[in-house]
């Protein structure tokens, strides 16, 4: 994850730091400290483990919003990047809520954290979808097949959350 980071910010000097790849690259950065912290800090205390399991889960919701915006940026007019981004905005705040909530060895409710989650990646890939639609000669198969793999992985994750409610 920190080659990845180093990469990126590199990456980010060739595209004279424009708002979207800015976005991009902070989508992939700012989770990764809280990720990190949480799998080092696991076995500390109950306490620490689930102060930073949700500071994990909440930041995948923040680095969603970045995202969804340096997704939009090129393929919405200003008005569909505002609205989508809105959009991930409150379901991100209102996960995080959600997960703020969540007291020492309280489990988490996998059927609201998966819809929460299923719906953060539907609005960040819908910039996608619709570049692909308009397109459909573009690179874009590309994405439609990385989108068709989340469908996949959503599918699978909704099926574990169901066999273990």
């Not at 991009?24 to 080092?40: E, I, K, N």
């Not at 090129?74 to 008005?79: A, E, I, Q, T």
């Not at 995080?96 to 719906?119: D, E, K, N, W, Y």
Request: charged share 10%; glycine share 4%; proline share 4%.
């Amino acid at each position: 994850m920190i080659l990845a980071s180093i990469v990126s910010t590199a990456a980010l000097t060739l595209t004279n730091y424009s708002l979207p790849f800015i976005m991009l690259w902070f989508s992939a950065v700012v989770h990764m400290p809280f990720s990190v912290g949480y799998h080092l800090f696991l076995p500390i205390s109950p306490a620490t483990y689930n102060r930073w399991r949700k500071l994990d889960l909440a930041f995948i919701f923040v680095a969603s919003a970045f995202l969804t915006f340096a997704l939009d940026y090129f393929v919405l007019p200003w008005w569909g990047t505002l609205v989508n981004t809105a959009t991930a905005v409150a379901i991100s705040a209102i996960a995080i809520v959600q997960i703020s909530r969540l007291q020492i060895g309280q489990t988490l409710q996998r059927a609201t954290h998966c819809a929460f989650l299923g719906s953060i990646i539907a609005v960040y890939l819908f910039p996608m979808c619709y570049r692909a639609i308009e397109d459909g000669n573009s690179h874009q198969i590309m994405h439609m097949s990385i989108l068709c793999a989340h469908v996949m992985e959503f599918c699978f994750v909704l099926d574990g959350c169901k066999r273990a409610l």
